[in-house]
């Protein structure tokens, strides 16, 4: 709705503002108290601290330290050093400007004039060089920062490699310079270069490309194959070795997977799994008995764990097992199977007469662990009828595949007792080591008979004062050093 003329005149008079005349725009007086009445109304807005700093604000009118402020630079500064090189550092702190000391005052801002003589416009203040903001220096020519835009050709890339610098590699796309790459890093004698290129291209080229050049190119094929090894990349190991035929190579990396299986019935289907690949030589009747050993403990590992949890078999009360047996070596079964399962049949799968004609150990080895196994159970039954033998005319005579000098350190090992030592030491064939056997384990009739056997006389005496005296080994020295019938030789 329009207002009468009255109206206007009326809400011009009593309003505190003029309204805009031509005939007052020159009138300097009526400007300058508007300009005053305007800073008295928001003088109180700044006279809490004449002393205090201004407030600084960013361009985008948020206030200079606040939260908000801190993250964006954060930002931006991130974002400026990831695309372009650093420039010199600009400082942020800007000398702050009071009331009382920047000398401009809001009537000469309004009028653009210096209010009195002591004060400085805007120009006089932004043109003092305590408060002068410097510009960042020009950029540098592009030769100067040739290694920040990454213009390597393929010889320097590789000799930045060989000197541990920083390079980018995806500036070589086609196949031909990806090649080449690599040749000079293989012609450079570099491993780390070799390697560094063949990551780039293992990540480049489909598996096939790859695969095919390598083939030519044995060196780089090499640390190719260590670098798949070391990193544990084994499924693409295996394509690389069936691809370039080396199915021998491929077939033990898969067997050596095993490892990886901790339940002993799928470890027992896996190396079963194992047995249609192309193993070379006599790895395929490793692998066969491998399966048929950790066949074997499961079924014996099971039989053993029932019997002691029943309380069946004395020996289980006696001597409860330490441990599983699942997953041991061959000789510890047999040692297992030689401990609890002596004297079982040959038919059983525990007996250690079956593991040894299933796995063809020699007799020499099965003999040696028989013969700790029962000595550790102190069957010294067991282990005299183990050295017993016949003749064709059936005279019993002791033998042994071993040397009595490694049966003696066997039972000594087991703590033998000295009756049962000395039956062995006597059983040693020359003279000076039974002697010497039978003075570290202290069987004085050995010594004294194979010194009487020597006709040593001198030897016999001497060894007199190491007896106990008036022991029966003294008795019997002294009989010999009286008999005049043997014919001593000294």
């Not at 000398?103 to 209010?115: A, N, Q, T, V, Y």
Request: with cysteine; charged share 30%.
């Amino acid at each position: 709705m329009m207002k009468s003329k009255a109206d206007e005149e009326d809400y011009w008079n009593s309003s505190k503002y003029n309204a805009f005349t031509f005939d007052d725009a020159d009138d300097e007086l009526s400007a300058l108290k508007e300009t005053k009445k305007a800073v008295n109304s928001i003088g109180p807005l700044l006279a809490e601290d004449d002393e205090e700093d201004w407030e600084r604000v960013s361009w985008s009118g948020e206030p200079v330290g606040s939260i908000s402020w801190s993250v964006k630079e954060m930002a931006a500064s991130n974002q400026r050093a990831d695309k372009e090189p650093a420039f010199p550092k600009i400082s942020t702190e800007t000398p702050s400007l009071s009331k009382s000391q920047s000398g401009i005052s809001l009537s000469s801002l309004f009028k653009g004039k210096p209010k009195g003589g002591n004060l400085q416009t805007f120009n006089d203040v932004l043109g003092d060089s305590s408060l002068r903001l410097y510009t960042p220096e020009l950029r540098k020519p592009k030769s100067e920062y040739k290694d920040l835009v990454s213009d390597w050709s393929a010889e320097e890339t590789v000799q930045r490699l060989q000197q541990g610098k920083g390079v980018t590699l995806e500036k070589f796309r086609s196949l031909q310079d990806k090649l080449l790459l690599l040749d000079l890093a293989v012609a450079a004698h570099d491993g780390n270069a070799i390697t560094a290129v063949l990551i780039y291209l293992k990540r480049t080229l489909c598996k096939e490309v790859l695969f095919r050049e390598l083939e030519s190119r044995q060196t780089a094929l090499r640390h190719f194959i260590h670098y798949l090894t070391e990193s544990r990349e084994q499924r693409l190991l295996l394509e690389l070795l069936r691809a370039l035929g080396r199915t021998e190579e491929a077939a033990l990396l898969q067997y050596k997977d095993y490892k990886n299986i901790a339940d002993e019935n799928k470890r027992r289907d896996f190396l079963k799994s194992c047995l249609s690949l192309q193993f070379g030589g006599e790895d395929g009747n490793h692998v066969q008995d491998h399966y048929t050993l950790l066949e074997r403990q499961i079924i014996i590992e099971a039989a053993d764990r029932k019997a002691e949890r029943e309380g069946k078999q004395e020996v289980f009360q006696k001597f409860p097992r330490k441990a599983s047996i699942l997953n041991m070596p061959l000789i510890t079964t047999l040692y297992y199977c030689c401990f609890y399962h002596y004297n079982e049949p040959e038919g059983t799968f525990s007996s250690p007469l079956n593991v040894r004609q299933t796995f063809k150990i020699s007799e020499k080895q099965y003999f040696t662990t028989a013969l700790a196994a029962r000595a550790k159970l102190k069957n010294w039954a067991d282990v005299d009828a183990m050295f017993n033998s016949r003749n064709w005319l059936g005279f019993s005579k002791k033998k042994s595949p071993l040397s009595f000098q490694r049966v003696v350190d066997i039972l000594q090992k087991n703590s033998a007792p000295t009756r049962v030592l000395q039956e062995y030491v006597g059983l040693v064939s020359d003279a000076e080591l039974r002697i010497g056997l039978a003075q570290k384990h202290k069987c004085h009739d050995i010594v004294i008979n194979t010194y009487r056997d020597m006709k040593d006389r001198q030897q016999l005496a001497e060894y007199r004062k190491k007896v106990e005296r008036g022991s029966a080994e003294e008795r019997k020295i002294d009989e010999l050093l009286s008999n005049q019938q043997i014919r001593w030789k000294n």
